[in-house]
């Protein structure tokens, strides 16, 4: 995989992610921990923390979310309709 240069961003309200998200996100980029952890410059710990819903810092979770919209994810929030989920672009 391609080193990319990862953005980070303020943290606000709107970027949360679910464990959930963060999962589904990455089978659709078939990405391992691993790898995830290596793009973002994060540990394998960190990564593993935010698919399991563990307290992880901000940044961190802005420098996975920002990633992974770069990829073409974007994360939904639930409604009454539904839970949280993603959305690819193509």
């Known amino acids: 995989m391609n080193q990319t240069q990862i953005r980070p961003a303020p943290f606000s309200a709107s970027n949360t992610m679910t464990p959930d998200q963060v999962k589904m996100a990455m ?24 698919r399991f819903g563990a307290i992880v810092s901000s940044e961190s979770r802005t420098i996975v979310k920002n990633y992974l919209s770069d990829q073409g994810v974007d994360f939904i929030d639930p409604t009454n309709e539904h839970e949280a989920t993603i959305a ?3």
């Open 27 to 50: 089978a659709v980029l078939e990405l391992t921990v691993r790898e995830l952890a290596t793009i973002t410059n994060l540990s394998p710990g960190t990564i593993m923390r935010l």
């Open 88 to 90: 690819i672009r193509r």
